[in-house]
């Protein structure tokens, strides 16, 4: 089992979790921020307390904790360059020299979680790490420049050192947790935690859980790596589990985006169940837009309408505010596959700073 938890809606703690199947992935979600679950406050409080772990587990403290570390990786090489989804071949081309790659990055760990160590990943690996998520980034339309931290990323290592200790997820994990550390749990409450019953890292295993975020209501996890103002994160890593933290760090100048930011990305997407797949939820997000009134029609390469099926607005406060969409498990007639499937999305009455817009674009998945 798989289980992953995007962190809170700008800072408040009330979680979801969900199982995946068959793949057997769990996602769990939190966020905070004005609507639905939680409230938007300067200093949030949790609103619902997650269960404790069992009494009489070990409170042993991590040991071996850097110390000194610098803030900011020197010579970074994270940054991935834009990517132009109108073509083909770029897109298949990046696909192959970096996606695939990427996502096969070797993994080692110097830990244990029998001795509370939380050890450390290479300094490649939380690179790669950094970078797929660039790759993400730069296929949605965004500036692929978030940089790794390694002050947070020695936090994130305690947060994913804990998980894969208690076999469980929880942004506020106290201090009856086995191999509890106040950083681990800072970083649990500002971070999308993964877990896997088995083996999650065996290359890098989160960023393909988050971006495609299935059964997670808030889309919390895509909503974060997709988040236009991210600027810079820290990763932790152990064979089961993964803490990337992605609330705290530096903000990132606000990028222009007149077009939104859409997941799947507009123009040419590989068909991949880590990438995209168009049976899973959509998203379209805009900084500050309302959505609240808004619409959305998809219709097929023969301009023939598709069933949707969970369209609306959903909780602001996860990275920017977005509107989602799924095509209805009965819609027939649409897909393509192995040829390319286009799709076509109108949304409309999006207000943006109260003025009412419109959004068109088309997304054409393929076989890479």
């Known amino acids: 089992m798989t289980i992953a938890q995007p962190l809170p809606r700008r800072l408040s703690l009330q979680c979801t979790q969900l199982l995946l199947v068959p793949t057997l992935l769990a996602l769990a979600a939190c966020g905070g921020g004005g609507g639905g679950d939680s409230t938007a406050a300067p200093t949030p409080q949790p609103t619902s307390k997650p269960t404790l772990a069992p009494t009489g587990i070990p409170t ?34 990046r696909y192959q020299d970096a996606f695939l790659p990427l996502r096969a990055t070797a993994f080692s760990w110097t830990g244990s979680t029998g001795t509370c160590n939380p050890g450390d990943t290479p300094l490649s690996y939380k690179y790669a790490e950094v970078k797929l998520l660039n790759y993400l980034r730069a296929m949605g339309g965004l500036p692929g420049n978030v940089t790794l931290s390694l002050l947070l990323s020695t936090k994130a290592q305690q947060a994913a050192l804990m998980m894969d200790a208690n076999g469980k997820l929880s942004h506020a994990p106290d201090a009856s947790w086995k ?22 890292n065996a290359g890098i295993g989160g960023m393909g859980m988050y971006i495609t975020d299935g059964g997670v ?14 600027g810079e994160v820290g990763v932790g890593d152990t064979p089961r589990a993964n803490a990337l933290y992605v609330i705290g760090g530096k903000a990132a100048p606000a990028p222009t ?20 797949l168009p049976t899973l939820p959509w998203s379209f997000s805009y900084p500050g837009a309302d959505f609240s009134a808004a619409t959305v029609a998809l219709t097929d390469d023969t301009n023939t309408a598709i069933a949707l099926t969970s369209v609306g607005q959903l909780d602001n406060g996860y990275g920017d505010n977005t509107l989602s969409w799924t095509i209805s498990p009965g819609a027939t007639g649409w897909n393509r596959y192995p040829a390319d499937t286009r799709l076509n999305v109108l949304i409309s009455n999006v207000k943006i700073a109260g003025v009412a817009k419109n959004f068109s674009y088309g997304v054409t998945f393929i076989k890479p």
């Open 217 to 230: 209501a808030s889309l919390g996890h895509r909503r974060w790596l997709l988040y236009s103002r991210l």
């Open 60 to 93: 042993a403290v991590p040991t071996g904790l850097p110390t000194g570390t610098p803030t900011t990786a020197p010579g970074a090489n994270e940054a991935f360059a834009p990517i132009n989804t109108a073509s083909r071949a770029e897109v298949v081309a």
């Open 257 to 276: 985006l007149a077009n939104g930011v859409p997941w799947p990305p507009a123009g040419y997407v590989p068909q991949d169940s880590s990438l995209a």
């Open 179 to 200: 191999c509890y550390s106040a950083d681990g749990a800072e970083a649990a409450g500002r971070a999308n935690l993964g877990l896997s019953s088995g083996t999650l």
